[in-house]
């Protein structure tokens, strides 16, 4: 994988082997990006469900100036770190081993302008899970995303509706191919 932006444009980052992690394809990420660049001027961004760290790296190189990734995997925690070391990010990145579903991985207070929110699709799919990782995302909207922030949710496509998400929330949909992002922030719209 490479970083497609900013400072560290071209680097290549390791991914974890197998099909355990999703990779945003790079088309996908470069739109969010593009999206997300009032934010990311000195932003500071949690990034769960990190995966190989990409989207939070992609963040960094673009100008964030902290990134938080969380992943539940230790070694995919560890690959996380060697990018991080890697790219000489060490001082703008923290990684954290724990579950991006649970409040104690978030740092409570409000302190995030970007989240990005990209759960593995079988969550989405499974009826059981589906509504904790929904009540995650809100009470990481409520908790931990600054007032101006805002929250990329990442799902398959058709998988999620505005109904999914609380009155009172700005909400936007962009689709690409099978992939969609919802970019959510608190307020009306």
Known sequence: MRIIGGELRGRVIQAPPGRGTRPMA????????????????????L????????????ALSRGAREVIFVERDPKVVTLI?????ELRMQERAQVRGGDALVPY????????????????????????????????LHQLIETVLAPEGVLVFHAPRRKVDRVHFDEGLQVAEREYGSHALWYLQAGEQ
């Open 47 to 58: 990034d769960l469900f990190a995966g190989s760290g990409c989207l939070g790296l992609e």
């Open 81 to 85: 770190r060697e990018n991080v070391e």
């Open 26 to 45: 790079s088309r996908v990420r470069e739109a969010m990006f593009q999206a997300l660049a009032p934010w990311l001027p000195d932003g500071r961004l």
């Open 105 to 136: 991985s978030w740092n409570g207070e409000a302190w995030a302008d970007v989240i990005l929110f990209d759960p593995p699709y079988p969550l989405l799919d499974d009826p059981e899970r589906r509504p904790v990782v929904l009540a995650a």
